[in-house]
């Protein structure tokens, strides 16, 4: 069954709209990274460089800091997501299956946690840091960032264990399985896209985050890339086209993350497990 | 050994009450059917025979080993769920032999058992499936298998037909069976349907609110109901009860029609219901007038509503009725097919 032409033409044209807004900024981030500085202020602005150049990746490459900070940072966001998948899964589980005392209180606070303002956290997480002696470290960063992303990614995979028939765990635990078992064996394979939606979440938010890098993380063997970029502004100029092949740079897994998650995020993995 | 044993059992969530001392003794081999209307706690037992619920009180021993502490998997025994429960990341074959594969048996050994029990099922061909590819009746079959290949002392079955449709249901009801003939394994079947009670049963465990109303037979509960509730739960179209008092020997409905009782009702009551089932009222000369209400032929039956002593009453006859709405037939109860219940305790009267 095909919708008729005019529909089609209406879906096609909003669609075209939004990823064209969408796509802009990246757009115009390759051609400025590949642009000359000179260029870059030239009005009205052009749209394909006059003499493409490598040279702000080069500049990024090999006289900054930029490839310390991206190993920095995916040491720190690969640690926090891991962190706060292997938190989520368990926590989630238990609000998803059991009943116990005090469930829904500790459901609010989990989400409470995450309604507080960045602003008002920093103060009580620097002292704690400094405290734990953890400033300036790895550990202190991937801590930090696991308490950041931990409550949104409790309350999505709670939500996912609890739409997969309780009639399949229990099948699993006639079957002969642990808890474990039935958690690792039927509960996760089956929450697959929920898993996939948590990490990516977890990962772009800590990749991305810029406040708490610049409070928490003060030397260059652990600032992360946002630090980095923001380190091409000095008080006089702002080396643009640096910024731009830094920000191609830092988006990259990003958008590679996405591409081969993508196909993940679509459901249908339940079908045929009851009548349905 | 296949034996059940229930003796006693309660169940209760927080302080609802749900089942109130149940007891049941099912011999190895057995067929037993639980039936009851929603609500009677006919899943809640079975799901305490199997170990997913927690039971409050009493004992429920499989095998002559009481399992109120054992887990599921020591329990020897299998469940098919009303919804199947096919686990959908695993093909058909993966289905049936993840309890063995959980137990740690060796690859070879589970794959002849899934291959046995795909024969016995006729699921050869879908092994490599998954359950999203498989039609209902061939998910309930794979379901099947996951518990034949176990080789438990004892089936458990929760309403396994009822989301099939109504040919479907009656093909896989005389599957079940054979299956049953074949392994000869204790089995408990849940249902609310008492056809499939009455068909499938070696032993018929009739509940409602929590109690046992009845065992036994399916003939047994069909020829000699122990109260107003099995009589009218068990056959369709339900007996007809009327309301009365028995005096001279004779039951004298509400509006003072007699029914002679064939010698039964030597003591006077006051206060009884005389069931009747549709097909033990007879049509024919000096029986007690019935005015038509509605006639439903079925073909090999034809039913009929009619108004007799002050109340509707269902006959089924085997003879075509050609009779219309309004026009008076005359219907005697069979003397040696009735039955006779106390009105306040809903209670069988003997003799
Ligand atoms: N988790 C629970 N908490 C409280 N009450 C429950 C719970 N599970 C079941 N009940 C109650 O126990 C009673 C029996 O339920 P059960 O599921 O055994 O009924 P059933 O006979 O299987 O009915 P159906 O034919 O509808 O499946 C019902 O009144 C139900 O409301
Ligand atoms: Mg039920």
């Not at chain 1, 801590?143 to 699993?172: C, G, R």
């Not at chain 2, 020897?76 to 032999?97: C, K, R, W």
């Not at chain 2, 036994?216 to 107003?228: C, E, F, K, S, V």
Request: glycine content about 8%; some cysteine.
């Amino acid at each position: 069954m095909r919708a008729p032409l005019s529909s089609r033409i209406v879906v096609y044209g909003f669609s075209a709209l939004l990823a064209a807004v969408c796509l802009f900024p990246f757009l115009w981030m390759i051609v400025s990274s590949l642009k000359e500085l000179r260029e870059l202020y030239t009005i009205p602005p052009s749209w394909i460089p006059q003499n493409p150049t490598l040279s702000n990746y080069a500049t990024v490459l090999f006289s900054s800091n930029i490839p310390r900070y991206f190993l920095n940072s995916v040491v720190i966001s690969l640690g926090s997501t891991a962190l706060s998948l292997a938190l989520a899964i368990f926590a989630s589980y238990g609000f998803a299956r059991f009943r116990f005392r005090g469930k829904a209180a500790a459901q609010s606070f989990v989400l409470v946690g995450q309604l507080l303002p960045t602003a008002a956290i920093i103060v009580p997480l620097f002292v704690t840091l400094r405290w734990l002696d953890l400033v300036n470290t790895y550990l202190g960063l991937i801590l930090v960032y696991m308490i950041i992303t931990l409550p949104l990614s409790v309350w999505m995979l709670t939500s996912y264990f609890k739409a997969i028939p309780v009639e399949l765990e229990e099948a699993a635990i006639i079957d002969g399985a642990s808890r474990m078992g039935v958690l690792f064996r039927i509960t996760l394979p089956l929450s697959l896209p929920g898993l996939v939606a948590v990490t990516v979440y977890a990962f772009v938010t800590t990749w991305n985050e810029f406040i708490f890098a610049l409070c928490f993380a003060t030397d260059s063997s652990v600032k992360t890339l946002p630090i980095g970029l923001a380190e091409f502004t000095t008080e006089f100029n702002t080396d643009w086209g640096a910024v731009m092949a830094a920000s191609m740079i830092m988006t990259l897994p990003v958008a590679l993350l996405f591409l081969s998650m993508q196909r993940l995020f679509i459901g249908g993995l339940m079908a045929g497990a009851t009548k349905g | 050994m296949g034996t059940v044993t229930i003796d006693q059992v309660r169940k209760a969530y927080g302080t609802l009450e749900v089942l109130h001392g149940v007891n049941v003794n099912i011999a190895d081999g057995e067929f037993v059917v639980l039936v009851g209307p929603s609500g009677c706690g006919k899943s809640t037992l079975l799901r305490m025979i199997a170990g997913l619920e927690e039971i409050t009180s009493g004992t429920i021993s499989v095998g002559g080993r009481v399992v109120n502490d054992l887990r599921p998997k020591e329990r020897d025994i299998a469940m098919v769920f009303q919804s199947y429960a096919l686990y959908p990341h695993m093909t058909v074959a993966e289905n049936m032999g993840f309890s063995l594969k959980l137990a740690r048996a060796d690859k070879a050994e589970r794959q002849r058992r899934v291959a046995e029990a795909a024969r016995i099922l006729g699921l050869e061909s879908l092994l490599d499936r998954r359950p999203g590819q498989l039609s209902g009746g061939q998910r309930q079959r794979v379901a099947m298998g996951r518990s034949i290949v176990r080789d438990p002392a004892v089936f458990l079955f929760d309403e396994p037909l009822s989301n099939l449709d109504a040919k479907l249901r009656v093909q896989m009801r005389s599957e079940i069976k054979a299956l049953h003939q074949r392994l000869g394994t204790t089995t408990v079947y849940v249902t609310h349907d008492q056809i499939e009670a009455m068909t499938m049963a070696d032993r018929i465990v009739v509940m409602h609110g929590g109690r046992v109303e009845q065992i036994g037979t399916p003939l047994d509960l069909y020829d000699r109901p122990a109260n107003i509730f099995v009589a009218t739960f068990i056959g369709s179209p339900a007996m007809n009860i009327l309301e009365g008092r028995i005096s001279g020997g004779r039951f004298i409905a509400a509006d003072g029609s007699e029914v002679d009782l064939g010698g039964r009702g030597a003591t006077e009551r006051g206060h009884v219901l005389l069931g009747v089932r549709p097909e033990h009222l007879v049509p024919g000369p000096g029986g007690l007038p019935a005015q038509i209400i509605t006639v439903e032929p079925t073909g090999s039956e034809t039913h009929v509503t009619a108004r007799l002593g002050g109340q509707d009453v269902v006959g089924a006859f085997r003879e075509r009725i050609t009779g219309r709405p309004g026009d008076v037939l005359s219907l005697r109860p069979h003397p040696a097919a009735l039955h006779l219940f106390d009105a306040d305790t809903g209670e069988r009267l003997e003799a």
